[in-house]
């Protein structure tokens, strides 16, 4: 089944320790998100990438690092994770940039301690 | 910080009835679009409504778009139980390299 894949579904992670969501797409897709949830504040875009081998800044990129070796995959990375990246993260693609309209994986639940 | 706010944030409606859900947002848009979040998952695209468009129709879903007070609203019609869910608009800003941006969202409840 086409879609987005995102690994782990859950994890629990001591404060301090280095975490990478992984995240595929077997769509072909051009563009990928990375968003956060949490309760009250929705979804806040994180980091993006426009097309493999580019990457930008979303509305809270700070804490987090992203790269896009190729087309399929989009790993966000925590390099030394604070209780406050304890959110729900969302990777998402869409066929263009202009095409605006997202596919979304389902959801990798981070519990930093 | 969040485009479009939604309204209410949370409704409670009998099932075979009709959900309104608004929503309100502050710059211009290329287009707005409907997502639906089943708990514990991710969201689902629903419809989409481009600037120059006022009404849209798919299944029970209706949009409305009125850019001149920056509001859309989602109706669905002949609400069933399985319609319960948390619904977001995401408001596309004109401007290069601007980005979907969601509400927090509505929680409906349909009771059987």
């Known amino acids: 089944i086409a879609g987005i894949t995102q690994a782990p579904t859950s994890q629990i992670l001591a404060a301090g320790r280095r975490m990478t969501l992984r995240c595929t797409q077997d769509?072909?897709?051009?563009?990928m998100y990375w968003y956060r949830q949490d309760l009250g504040l929705g979804l806040r875009l994180i980091h993006y990438s426009n097309t493999a081998g580019t990457t930008g800044k979303g509305e809270v990129p700070d804490g987090y690092s992203v790269s896009r070796a190729n087309t399929d995959d989009f790993p966000l990375t925590l390099a030394s994770a604070v209780p406050s990246q304890t959110s729900v993260y969302f990777c998402?693609?869409?066929?263009?940039?202009?095409?605006?309209?997202?596919?979304f994986g389902a959801g990798s639940r981070l519990t930093v301690l | 910080s969040q485009q479009g706010e939604e309204d209410p944030q949370a409704l409670s409606i009998q099932e075979g009835e009709n959900a309104t859900m608004n929503c309100s947002y502050k710059?211009?848009?290329?287009?707005l679009q409907w997502y639906r979040q089943n708990s514990g998952r991710g969201l689902v695209h629903l419809i989409l409504i481009r600037s120059n468009e006022r009404e849209k129709h798919s299944g029970r879903l209706r949009v409305t778009l009125d850019t001149s007070k920056k509001s859309s609203s989602l109706l669905i019609t002949a609400s069933r139980a399985a319609d319960t869910a948390s619904y977001f608009c995401?408001?596309?800003?004109?401007?290069?390299?601007?980005?979907?941006?969601f509400g927090k969202g509505i929680t409906l409840s349909v009771r059987p």
């Open positions: 769509m072909r897709h051009n563009a």
């Open positions: 998402a693609s869409s066929d263009s940039v202009a095409s605006d309209v997202l596919t």
């Open positions: 710059t211009s848009i290329n287009n």
């Open positions: 995401a408001t596309a800003p004109t401007g290069a390299n601007s980005k979907l941006t």
